[in-house]
């Protein structure tokens, strides 16, 4: 077989063959004008036999060819990727083009040439500061002689997204006193290495930031926030501020939650109570307490005394009494307040300093001993006195220097339980076991003040603490009151025992009494103005263990709170641990006798007593380094000092221990 075309522009391939096979048609449009065409495919067999195909071409006029259309998704203010285009003429044709781009934000590249070539689109959302949306445009594509071609574009922008590494930056920290960390965050865009201006917004008065503004990307950009505590109000206090960053035409936005708590600033006396006196055998008329302030920023401050006999001097934070007896009389107690005033105007002095003087005739030599018989004894913290009762409805008070009987506080009920006073001396707190209340009775006037319901029995101990000048009396139950109005507070004690704490009032222990081991737990305690006042206390479990020795009678801490002191059947020795981890520090001997006293002097000096009825002594006392200073006896021939029933005055200079005949003897030690 044989195939022909009608046409030159029609080709047969392959032309000829045999038997079966497969034929293709090739057009060659070359030389033709636009138009319709038409022609036929004959295919001649070698018996006669024939086929015709009908074969039509339309000639259209020639034109540019690229793409459809261009799409570009980019997050606003990021670098975007461009994206290349082919041109060309449908019929490979050699043809001049130019391009325009119908948009500010769209660019192609070049703008002209000759055909095939490529060509570069970019798309720039700063031009016009575009904000983030969908945006429609196009590029025109001309060529000479050819007609023109619209390129579809279209730009979808998101918004860029302003991170903060931090949402929530807290100031003051969990008490709302250390104002000295500066917290940072750090906010970030994700516009990779594009660089956007941010700014932060209006700051609350309580607060400062190290840097307010800047540019930031993906790199991060970093500011710090201070406390301005004299901005802020006592309490806890939020404020939500808007890191802003502009990002052509959007405003991306991170917030940070700034919070300040602010405990009310306060300067606070080591001691609020100070007893001073003077006789003629010796005296002790000047004493220098520490003031710190809470925030552990001292500015100064001032010292007033309310009566011209006692001077208060003032030398950096270190404030210092003395008594001038010479204007008073004879055989008199007097008692002046020193007001403390902060330089700091935001401070203040909330406890003001109770100081007595005695002055007396008569400087005590010898044991003295009571004709009525007692079995708790404790001392006033200003005053020369003693407070004793013995399980009845009265409390007699002795005068330590003359060793009488100055007075009784009547009408307290059938059965009382511990006592002790309040830290400036303007209280006593006493158990009344038999209506089950804890009876508040004024120092200066001995008047019931108030009868609070309790949970109490003859095993209850109690202490009295101020952390952070706020005092509260401390059950050793747990349960804890505010001195300044009953609120009731809870700290997690158990198991009884007597209580002991530092002057600060922050560590508070407490030792199991007359268990086969001896159990101490150590707390932490703080109280702050936060939430309307907000008690912490913490176990802290390092120093809460069972330590060497049985029996456990009686425990103090030094003032600092450096050092423990205890007291118990075994070792025979008082022994001195280390409040970290209750480790063995040293031991303060105590004869032959059963430790069952560890007391504390204003003075530092240290007071071991011991249930011992042979030996000559019966309490030892030693300096703050462990050496021993002197040693006494006070209870009578066979007998024994009680547990826990042994007291230092105020000032210092004198003991006072009951034994177990119920006596109460007054031991003079000096200064």
């Known amino acids: 077989w044989s195939a022909s075309s009608g046409a030159a522009w029609l080709?047969?391939?392959?032309?000829?063959?045999?038997?079966?096979?497969?034929?293709?048609?090739v057009f060659d449009p070359a030389g033709l004008a636009v138009g319709e065409y038409?022609?036929?495919?004959?295919?001649?067999?070698?018996?006669?036999?024939?086929?015709?195909?009908?074969?039509?071409?339309?000639?259209?006029?020639?034109?540019?060819?690229?793409?459809?259309?261009?799409?570009f998704n980019a997050v606003n203010g990021a670098p975007i990727a461009t994206q290349v285009i082919p041109l060309d003429t449908d019929d490979k044709s050699s043809a001049s083009w130019s391009a325009v781009a119908n948009a500010p934000w769209l660019r192609i590249s070049p703008t002209s040439g000759k055909t095939p070539a490529t060509a570069v689109l970019t798309v720039d959302p700063t031009v016009g500061a575009l904000a983030s949306a969908s945006y429609n445009s196009s590029v025109t594509l001309s060529a000479t002689g050819l007609p023109a071609r619209e390129l579809p574009v279209t730009l979808n922008l998101t918004p860029a997204t302003l991170s903060a590494s931090v949402n929530s930056i807290t100031l003051g920290g969990t008490y709302g006193r250390d104002f000295s960390a500066t917290p940072s965050v750090t906010l970030s865009l994700n516009t990779s290495t594009n660089s956007w201006p941010w700014t932060l917004g209006t700051l609350p008065a309580w607060a400062s930031a190290t840097v307010a503004s800047g540019s930031v990307n993906q790199a991060g950009s970093k500011t710090a926030f201070k406390a301005l505590p004299i901005g802020a109000p006592v309490g806890a206090s939020s404020a939500l501020v808007n890191a802003t960053a502009r990002v052509n035409g959007d405003q991306v936005v991170a917030p940070v939650l700034l919070n300040i708590n602010r405990d009310r600033h306060k300067l606070l006396p080591s001691e609020t109570g100070v007893a001073l006196s003077g006789s003629p055998g010796w005296t002790r008329l000047s004493r220098t307490l520490t003031v710190q302030d809470n925030y552990g920023s001292f500015g100064g401050m001032s010292a007033a005394s309310s009566q011209p006999w006692l001077v208060a001097?003032?030398?950096?934070?270190?404030?210092?009494?003395?008594?001038?007896?010479?204007p008073l009389g004879t055989d008199t107690l007097n008692i002046a307040t020193v007001t403390l005033t902060p330089l700091d105007?935001?401070?203040?002095?909330?406890e003001p300093i109770r100081v007595a003087m005695w002055k007396g005739t008569h400087t005590p030599v010898t044991n003295v001993s009571t004709v009525l018989t007692y079995n708790h004894v404790i001392t006033d913290p200003i005053r020369p006195y003693a407070y004793v009762h013995n399980g009845g409805a009265y409390v007699d008070i002795y005068n330590l220097y003359s060793g009488q009987k100055a007075g009784s506080i009547t009408g307290l009920g059938a059965s009382l339980g511990d006592m002790t006073t309040s830290a400036n001396g303007d209280y006593l707190f006493l158990l009344n076991l038999s209506s089950r209340t804890l009876a508040t009775i004024d120092l200066n006037t001995l008047a019931v003040v108030s009868q609070l319901p309790v949970d109490a029995d003859a095993a209850t101990r109690l202490k009295v603490i101020r952390p952070n000048g706020v005092e509260m009396l401390v059950l050793s139950t747990g349960a804890a009151y505010l001195t300044s109005n009953g609120g009731r507070l809870?700290?997690?004690?158990?198991?009884?025992?007597?209580?002991?704490?530092?002057?600060?009032g922050k560590n508070l222990l407490q030792q199991q009494e007359n268990s086969a081991t001896v159990q101490i737990t150590t707390l932490s305690v703080d109280y702050s103005a936060l939430n309307g006042g907000t008690l912490y206390p913490a176990r802290i479990a390092a120093a809460s263990h069972a330590n060497t020795g049985t029996l456990g009678q009686d425990i103090a801490v030094s003032p600092d709170g450096t050092r423990i002191y205890t007291a118990s059947s075994t070792p025979k020795l008082c022994s001195i641990?280390?409040?970290?981890?209750l480790g063995v520090l040293g031991y303060l001997a105590a004869g032959d006798g059963t430790p069952n006293n560890v007391k504390l002097g204003s003075d530092g000096r240290i007071y071991c007593g011991a249930a011992v009825k042979t030996a000559t002594s019966d309490v030892w006392m030693y300096d703050t380094s462990g050496k021993l200073l002197n040693q006494f006896k006070l209870a009578g021939s066979g007998k024994q000092l009680?547990?826990?029933?042994?007291?230092?005055?105020?000032d210092g200079t004198i003991l006072i221990g009951i034994t177990d005949d119920g006596v109460a003897t007054i031991v003079p030690v000096g200064p």
């Open 642 to 650: 009680l547990p826990r029933q042994l007291a230092v005055s105020g």
């Open 11 to 25: 080709k047969a391939t392959p032309a000829s063959g045999s038997g079966s096979g497969t034929l293709s048609a």
């Open 38 to 71: 038409s022609t036929t495919l004959t295919v001649l067999a070698s018996d006669g036999q024939s086929a015709t195909l009908t074969a039509t071409l339309s000639v259209q006029p020639s034109g540019l060819v690229t793409a459809n259309g261009v799409v």
């Open 577 to 581: 641990l280390n409040p970290v981890d």
């Open 313 to 326: 001097g003032v030398s950096g934070n270190k404030l210092t009494v003395t008594a001038d007896p010479t």
């Open 490 to 504: 809870t700290l997690p004690l158990s198991g009884g025992g007597p209580l002991a704490a530092s002057a600060d």
């Open 345 to 350: 105007a935001d401070a203040s002095a909330p």
